[in-house]
């Protein structure tokens, strides 16, 4: 019988074979933490292991800043420094400071990612490199302190659902919308523990940013680990930024044709419409229609869901083909996930139109999906945002988030009020 | 080790997150001596948890408890709160392990999630939750539950007192 | 006997001559607070008055922490839109690309102009002495009384001249004149007064120097800070278009008035200077504190986020990368918006800046940029207060854009000139 992804993964990744259900301890390939959990990671590893110990490989360690970058209060600044100090002795020269952006995103523009690498990260959203084809996962700061220790670290081999998506979006639908549909349909816990695999003619032919919309929310669903071999233009992007050693494990990690899955679901996006997940739970989704005219205090289009060049142009179109400006009673807040895209849209002059259009373009950084950033919210504002999580309370105590696609959160700021893109997109 | 631990439930529902838990406003702490004092300030009606709980008291879920973030605080402001185990019908993946790695008992209890909803175990229920057996025993309204521990190589780490430790053992690390 | 320029704009809004230590009640022209009009929306509501007497003199701009980094600044930001709306005050910047630093928007935005009385709830309101106002920065309380009554009293402050010739050399700009000229003059040489700068040396300074100058005038005391509404002032106005008053004229002090204290500069003898830690007046030529190891650098803030400063900074940036974290801030999305166009945004991008929407920033340790225990930073900010931008334990040196861009890219604390 043959063998999905995960399994070949974690096969490479122990050095034997292995089967669903067993603990195996893996190898790893990145060790990383951002400014969150980064110092708390690096206290208990020298609270444990001494101040003279070594970590295993300091090549094989990246911090990325991005819950405060810059920071705000004086604790993440202090954490921050530790962060650089420990670096610093243990000759760590991945250092992604505050001038990079959202930390998996920065990682794979700098070529680090490769598919099947083993990646951990004190970030739940790490999973999204499985838009590489990556075992990425999100752990806590004693997982990452104890792989210092031997580069070495246990995981259960999950299960793999397998999710094939047909058909052509429409117009002023999106990948987030597919998206929202299936956390709807599945529910907060419909991944538990699940290693899932993307796969049908929707998924080959998406761009990168699609397939890390998609493999990001995989964590809302209690999801393990998403992952999309490479093929087409992605696989021609990661072989510009990792090497040509892409190629060849994007082949030899897809799945068997004959690999066995716990559950196959089908999903055809021809007749998705534009979908919101409702407050308080990403799951909690209606049609964007059915909630139009919902009056909105702040939008905000950004994060590591949908922070991406082709996300913030997407809703440009949306916001020219609306006459250029923003509702003046919406804050509209837009943060690229990178420097890089930062860049592409100052060059490309999306960045001056939005600043035409009312719009706050900030520096790359998670922005307010932390809370302690830009675009907090007071008790009883309403907001809109292409972030990922919208729990009670989330971005301020009393406030309440609609999830919604880059697009959809346009036509929103646009209108000043809860707005269907295909009505701007005519 | 047949000991039984006794102390009062907080029940809460299905679907906890970590921000309910421990609130992203607060992530910036390292010292998880200084995390209890967060606990459940987001969670509706729970307000008051950091100020009320007392050493020993439970915390008892529904399904998927600690889903959302990998901060590893929400296992520690329960665990220095002195809330010895928490019994959830199933917890997420990354808390889990976190709870795991630190040495920290999580008894999947089934049909826990139902009871709650059908009120047959509520907040201030005097408990009593023998490890060992996984039996628990809500004595204020006679209702009996069974939760598994972890098995495997999980119940070797929490033995070791957590990953920690074990790594250490396991490289032979003083 | 001549008048000072205080007293012509107190006597003018008073309406009748006054002399200075003479007290008058007069009404503000224009009254501006930040984020901190929440607070005094609350205290104004204790006062018992249910309508602020002139709500289109009041200007509200949020700027202190923007976007909200939490929600206890969401909760203020909100209560601000709040009272807005209730008072239906015209004048309110909120989170959007229309904002900035406060001071940078009464400038760019029409409200400072020549022979106006503006209060404003933040020290740095003496700012708009650069267009010719007497404006000076007063409290939470006193500004909640403005707000009822539309009314101030003042002290004519007595006055102190200042008489700048000269002209800049290369690597040497305003700020290095004002960090000197408080050095030598001491946090307190001002004390109470309202400070004249005189002389072709001022003439032949932009508006953007000239706000730094007046910016700066509170950490030597002054009451307020003004320069001579000179032609090629009025022409800006002219051509801005967009006074937001018609009750402005062009004063200035007569040549026969009576000051308490006078100086004169030659700004051909400035050299690039810094503030040391931990007070402004602590001032040092550039030659002292060189190689001094820093962690951060800040370019921006009311005091050097403009245009001209952003210019200065990426004429030495160009081509070259920072060796530490750089944090640049537009004073506002105008200045943002046309340093995007002037090509300077890729600049500090490639150079590896970080770039961050319009605001206060770190400057007063609440956004964008805090320091850790033990780090360092070079800003063009004004103060360096004691763990003014975060751990009590942290640094602060004060500087020009092009040192602190200098000083960037070296890591350490550099001479500007060199780098030219």
């Known amino acids: 019988m043959g063998k999905t992804s995960i399994v070949k993964i974690m096969e490479r990744a122990s050095g034997h074979p292995v089967k669903v259900g067993d603990r195996v301890w893996c190898n790893i390939d990145w060790a990383t933490c951002r400014d969150f959990g980064g110092a708390n990671a690096v206290l208990l590893f020298e609270k444990e292991m001494g101040k003279e110990a070594k970590v295993w490989d300091p090549d094989k360690l990246a911090f990325t800043f991005d819950l405060q970058a810059p920071a705000h209060s004086e604790k993440v600044a202090t954490n921050q420094k530790i962060i650089r100090e420990f670096c610093k002795r243990q000759g760590v020269k991945r250092v992604f400071d505050i001038n990079h952006g959202i930390g998996q995103h920065v990682m794979l523009e700098a070529g680090m990612i490769k598919p099947g690498d083993v990646v951990l990260g004190t970030d739940s959203h790490m999973n999204l490199l499985g838009s590489v084809g990556a075992f990425a996962t999100g752990v806590g700061n004693s997982d990452i302190a104890a792989s210092y220790i031997a580069g070495k ?39 538990d523990f699940l290693a899932v695999e993307f796969t049908g003619e929707t998924i080959e032919n998406s761009s990168l940013n699609e397939r890390i919309t998609l493999c990001s929310m995989v964590t809302e669903m209690s999801g393990k680990v998403p992952l999309i071999m490479p093929n087409g233009e992605v696989l021609k992007w990661l072989v510009e930024r990792a090497g040509p050693e892409v190629e060849k494990l994007a082949k030899e990690l897809k799945a068997d044709p ?40 702040q939008v905000h289009i950004g994060s590591c869901s949908n922070g991406r060049y082709e996300d913030i142009a997407a809703a440009h179109r949306v916001l020219m083909a609306g006459g250029g400006k923003v509702s003046p009673t919406v804050r509209t807040i837009i943060t690229p996930s990178t420097t890089e895209v930062q860049l592409r849209c100052v060059e490309e002059g999306l960045a001056a139109d939005f600043l035409k259009a009312g719009i706050v373009f900030t520096n790359p950084t998670c922005s307010l999906c932390t809370a302690e950033h830009y675009g907090a919210m007071p008790a009883g504002d309403v907001g809109c945002s292409t972030t990922n999580r919208n729990f009670i309370g989330k971005v301020g105590k009393g406030s309440h988030t609609y999830l919604m696609s880059p697009m959809t959160a346009m036509a929103t700021a646009v209108k000043g009020c809860i707005t269907d893109p295909r009505d701007i997109l005519k | 080790m047949s000991e039984i631990l006794k102390g009062r439930a907080w029940v809460f529902s299905d679907d906890v997150d970590t921000d309910l838990i421990y609130h992203n406003k607060y992530l910036a702490e390292t010292d998880p001596k200084n995390m209890p004092q967060y606990a459940f300030e987001y969670y509706p009606g729970k307000e008051n948890f950091a100020k009320e709980v007392k050493p020993g008291d439970f915390v008892v879920a529904g399904k998927n408890f600690g889903c959302g973030s990998s901060r590893e605080h929400a296992v520690y402001c329960l665990e220095y709160a002195g809330v010895p185990c928490v019994l959830a019908e199933t917890c997420s993946r990354i808390y889990y392990r976190n709870a795991i790695n630190n040495g920290y008992p999580v008894l999947f209890v089934k049909g826990i999630s139902e009871a709650i909803k059908e009120g047959k175990i509520k907040d201030g229920d005097q408990l009593e939750v023998e490890l060992s057996t996984g039996t628990i025993r809500d004595v204020t309204n006679g209702n009996t539950f069974h939760g598994d521990a972890v098995s495997d190589l999980e119940n070797d780490i929490m033995e070791a007192g957590g990953l920690m430790n074990y790594m250490k053992a396991k490289v032979g690390a003083k | 006997m001549g008048k000072t320029f205080a007293e012509k704009v107190l006597g003018r809004a008073a309406g009748y001559e006054v002399t200075a230590n003479q007290v008058v009640t007069v009404e503000p022209d224009f009254c501006m607070s930040h984020d901190n009009g929440a607070p005094i929306a609350r205290t104004f509501k204790k006062i018992g008055v249910t309508n602020v007497k002139y709500p289109e003199r009041i200007c509200l701009i949020l700027d202190h922490a923007v976007p909200a980094p939490t929600s206890d600044h969401a909760v203020n930001h909100k209560e601000v839109r709040e009272f807005v709306a209730a008072q239906g005050i015209p004048n309110f910047y909120d989170v959007k690309s229309e904002g900035g630093v406060c001071h940078q928007k009464m400038c760019e935005e029409g409200y400072a102009l020549p022979g106006l009385v503006m209060v404003g709830s933040d020290s740095h309101t003496c700012t708009y002495g650069a267009f010719g106002a007497f404006s000076t920065g007063i409290g939470r309380s006193e500004m909640a009384a403005v707000w009822a009554t539309g009314k101030l009293w003042f002290k004519v402050p007595e006055s102190m001249k200042v008489v700048v010739t000269g002209k800049f050399k290369p690597g040497v700009s305003a700020k290095d004149f004002i960090l000197k000229f408080i050095g030598d003059v001491r946090a307190d040489g001002a004390d109470y007064m309202s400070v004249e700068f005189h002389g072709e040396g001022i003439e032949n300074m932009s508006i953007a120097e000239r706000m730094t100058l007046c910016n700066m005038g509170i950490e030597f005391g002054a009451k307020n800070a003004v320069c001579k509404p000179d032609k090629k002032l009025l022409d800006l106005i002219k051509e801005r278009g967009n006074a937001k008053s018609d009750r402005w004229e062009a004063l200035w002090a007569d040549e026969d008035a009576v000051y308490a204290k006078e100086f004169h500069y030659d700004l051909g003898d400035i050299t690039p200077g810094v503030a040391k830690p931990h007070k402004v007046d602590n001032y040092s030529p550039i030659e002292e504190v060189k190689g001094t190891k820093i962690h951060e650098a800040f370019l921006g803030s009311c005091t050097n986020g403009r245009i001209e400063d952003l210019r200065l900074a990426a004429g030495i940036l160009k081509g070259k990368k920072v060796a530490v974290r750089t944090v640049v801030i537009p004073a506002s999305w105008i200045v943002y918006r046309q340093a995007m166009k002037e090509g300077l945004i890729d600049i500090f991008l490639d150079a590896g800046c970080i770039i961050c929407n319009p605001g206060c920033g770190p400057c007063m340790g609440n956004h964008e940029g805090i320091l850790a225990p033990g780090e360092a930073a070079i800003s063009t900010a004004n103060r360096n207060f004691k763990g003014r931008m975060g751990d009590k334990e942290s640094f602060i040196y004060l500087a020009s854009p092009m040192t602190v861009a200098a000083s960037a890219i070296k890591g350490e604390i550099s001479d500007p000139r060199e780098a030219l």
């Open chain 1, 258 to 297: 004959d690999a066995e899955y716990c559950k196959v679901l089908h999903y055809d996006v021809t007749d998705l419409e534009p979908l919101a997940s409702c407050p308080d739970a990403p799951d909690n989704v209606k049609p964007v229609r059915e909630i139009a005219g919902t009056h909105v205090d």
């Open chain 1, 153 to 191: 670290n246990w995981f259960r081999v999950p299960e793999t659902m397998k999710i094939e998506v047909t058909g052509k979006f429409k117009k002023g639908v999106c990948m987030r919308d597919l998206l929202t549909h299936i956390i709807g349909d599945l529910g907060a816990g419909g991944m």
